[in-house]
């Protein structure tokens, strides 16, 4: 009896272990995608999920395939789909950032090249904004169609706080240096930085570089000459951003500022800092915790241009779009393909609009007097449709690899523990692919 | 019904003088039998030694989570101990570890003796200050990255202690704020070991103390010291662990900035490993992590007589 009571006992911890076990691997078949008429979408989980939810059940409605939508909340989004992307769970198609976000998915040729998609229908390329359509373009081969909104960095400002002081928002590089001068005299920090979150310190360089050099010199450094990043004008473009801080523009405590925790727009909103150089997302964070500011005081103009510069004053940079990318073992590409095409359909253009977002599609200009905010999604859409090319964010147009030791010396180099030649042998030491 | 029986009359044969079970009776009622390890052994083997030794294995290959992973010798070793971050984060996590020691030590065993009295209002303030003990790290950071905002938040009301408030902005503050936070979390859980420890300390040292003239310092270095000795011993093992592992703390108050300035070995894991997708570095940096703290403890134990573990009762009885 005794030895059957120990049996038993042993059998119930065997039972109980096997079931966490079991637990465990169901727990990760959520995106699974093993079912036979079903395709799996993964996106970026926050508020522009109920636009996605709609669209897919507009196309459950007439399809034989059905779409599932899974969605991966916040921040995270890019290391879980890296982890799960080439194992079952990997989805049929995904969200992703374009550029450098996909280049290792399409080097383990995991991803399906959209041409005969396009071939079958020109508009999955006509229908966008070549600019933007551009940044999924690997090897000369298409591998993303835009979803959700374009969002350049724009240089926000405090509309009363530049009154007071009686500076015009500036449209040069010298304007943007006295209108540092002016505020910083009056006791005001001058432009708002999120420097702890690091990110948004990359946006002055991808700027500086951009009205400096033109775009080459980032394609040449990312294509893997690392020349590039000592030539003249690279060290012209960090000599000038070190003018910028040390003439105290963003103050002193702005690495201990985050953009993520409301830091920095608060700065701005609050009227203690002029200026914020910032993703067209400001605009919606601003406008979640203080309405009346956003819509009455906030100001927003492109970014100074650089006279003597090789860059076009026009040209933009930041987040060109989201994209849906296709793998290539997906059971459906035909349903895929219909899935895809609802991108550039009016219904899903006006919804983005609504939610403040800002579609890149040819369709969207019509529709722009819909959107939550119609002087700035006008405004934006111009600048979009004007630019002669919109640079991606660098640390997304690089291999993922390369995006913490980059954010640690753009960080290093403006609070001075990096100098010129240190912050240059950092950036030729990234990795290019 | 054999034990059952057995059971039943065993203590009346151990009643008596006899300190020790009779030898029969000890042999019915048994050890616990081979059986009885097997669920924790599987358990351990399944997620504590497997993955070890996977992670010993990835630490020689390459891999990006994507391809499939490709052995490299020792390039991943001969990499990590060349990269001088990998080197400041060893000297980071030991010099964050040694200021929880230093820091812990002292406050928990003044805190925990204080706790130790019988008063009302101490078992009140007590509670309440064991309430940081009850949230996870992750709240615990995220709250204070919130209170030392340099411009909304405490520092913007104390200028004069704080100046800019650019606390996370340096490296020795930031460092200070890790430890600080650490302390503020942590402190309670060896205040709760003192506490304890200290109770169980037979009143009659300290009246007999106090015949013989010992005062209040006295009493508390010559004798609660002495008796709490196993506890400062167990505490710390727990605060050195527990330091060599940080990590949600640095994830959220600091990601290791600015620059690489508080990147400790266990963050630097993390980033090679799902930030930076170079597996086999996470994985060498984790073993170097395996083999510095079963160093370390290892030492501590030695150094600390634990593994001998002396009773603090000796001529009591």
Not at chain 1, 100 to 122: E, N, R
Request: glycine share 8%.
């Amino acid at each position: 009896m005794r030895t059957r009571v120990r049996f038993s006992r042993v059998l119930a911890c065997g039972v109980a272990l096997a079931a966490a076990l079991t637990l465990t691997a169901c727990g990760g078949n959520g995106a699974s995608a093993g079912g036979d008429d079903k395709i799996h979408v993964l996106v970026y989980g926050d508020a522009t999920n109920k636009v996605e939810k709609a669209v897919v059940d507009k196309f459950n409605k007439t399809s034989k395939v059905k779409v599932v939508l899974d969605t991966i909340p916040g921040a995270d989004y890019q290391q879980k789909l890296q982890t799960i992307i080439n194992t079952p769970q990997a989805p049929d198609v995904f969200f992703n950032w374009g550029g450098g976000s996909i280049q290792p998915f399409v080097k383990a040729d995991l991803l399906l090249p959209l041409d005969d998609f396009i071939a079958k229908d020109a508009k999955l390329k006509d229908a966008f904004l070549p600019s933007v359509f551009d940044s999924a373009v690997l090897d000369g081969k298409a591998y993303g169609v835009p979803m959700r909104g374009t969002q350049p960095v724009l240089l926000f400002h405090n509309k009363k706080v530049l009154a007071d002081a009686g500076v015009q928002p500036p449209k040069t590089w010298a304007e943007l240096l006295d209108a540092v001068k002016t505020l910083k005299a009056k006791g005001i920090t001058p432009i708002a930085l999120g420097g702890g979150d690091q990110w948004p310190t990359l946006m002055w360089f991808e700027y500086l570089y951009d009205r400096i050099a033109g775009p080459e010199l980032f394609k040449k450094a990312l294509s893997g000459d690392k020349d590039a990043w000592a030539s003249e004008d690279s060290k012209k473009a960090l000599g000038m951003l070190k003018e910028l801080v040390d003439a105290g523009a963003f103050g002193t405590n702005f690495d201990s500022v985050k953009f993520t925790d409301q830091g920095s727009p608060t700065l701005l909103a609050r009227g203690k800092a002029g200026f914020e150089l910032m993703g067209s997302w400001e605009y919606s964070t601003i406008q979640d915790f203080d309405k009346a500011f956003a819509e009455k005081s906030l100001g927003y103009t492109a970014f100074p241009s650089v006279p003597g510069g090789k860059g076009d004053a026009a040209a933009l940079v930041g987040n060109t779009n989201n994209f849906y990318s296709v793998m290539k073992k997906t059971k459906h590409p035909e349903a895929v393909a219909e899935f895809l095409k609802l991108m550039y359909s009016d219904d899903f253009v006006k919804q983005q609009l609504a939610i403040g977002n800002l579609p890149t599609t040819t369709n969207t200009e019509q529709y722009l007097d819909t959107s939550a905010s119609p002087a700035f999604s006008h405004f934006q859409f111009d600048l979009v449709k004007k630019a002669p090319t919109f640079q991606l964010s660098w640390d997304q147009a690089y291999p993922q690899s390369a995006a913490t030791p980059m954010h640690q010396a753009v960080q290093q180099f403006v609070n001075g523990r990096l100098d010129a030649d240190g912050f240059i042998k950092a950036m030729q030491a990234l990795p290019t692919e | 019904m054999t034990t059952q029986m057995t059971r039943a009359s065993a203590p009346r044969t151990v009643t008596g003088k006899s300190s020790r079970p009779a030898r029969g009776s000890a042999a019915h009622v048994g050890r616990p039998g081979f059986a009885w390890a097997v669920p924790a052994t599987l358990f351990f083997a399944l997620f504590a030694i497997a993955p070890l030794v996977m992670v010993g294995v990835l630490s020689f290959m390459s891999w990006n989570g994507l391809s499939e992973p490709e052995f490299v010798g020792l390039d991943n070793w001969t990499r990590i101990f060349d990269d001088p971050v990998m080197i400041q984060s060893i000297w980071l996590t030991l010099l964050l570890t040694l200021l929880g020691v230093a820091l812990q030590t002292p406050l928990s065993i003044l805190l925990g003796v204080w706790a130790a009295g019988e008063q009302r209002n101490r078992a009140v303030l007590s509670a309440i200050y064991f309430v940081p003990l009850l949230l996870s790290s992750t709240a615990v950071s995220v709250l204070w990255r919130a209170l030392l905002d340099p411009n909304f938040g405490v520092p913007a009301q104390a200028t004069w202690l704080f100046g800019d408030g650019n606390l996370f902005g340096k490296q020795s503050t930031a460092i200070g704020v890790l430890a600080f936070v650490s302390t503020w979390q942590f402190t309670p859980l060896h205040t709760l070991i003192y506490q304890g420890a200290a109770r169980a300390i037979p009143q009659v040292l300290y009246q007999a103390a106090e015949i013989d003239g010992a005062g209040r310092f006295r009493q508390f270095f010559h004798i609660t010291l002495p008796q709490l000795r196993n506890s400062i011993i167990t505490s710390m093992i727990l605060m050195v662990v527990g330091g060599l592992t940080t990590f949600e703390t640095v994830l959220i108050l600091t990601q290791g900035g600015p620059g690489t300035d508080t990147t400790i070995s266990a963050y630097y894991m993390y980033q090679k490993a799902f930030k930076s997708f170079d597996f086999g570095a996470g994985a060498a940096i984790a073993l170097v992590l395996v083999v510095a703290a079963t160093i370390i403890s290892l030492v501590v134990v030695r150094l600390s007589g634990y593994d001998k573990m002396r009773g603090t009762m000796e001529g009591m009885s």
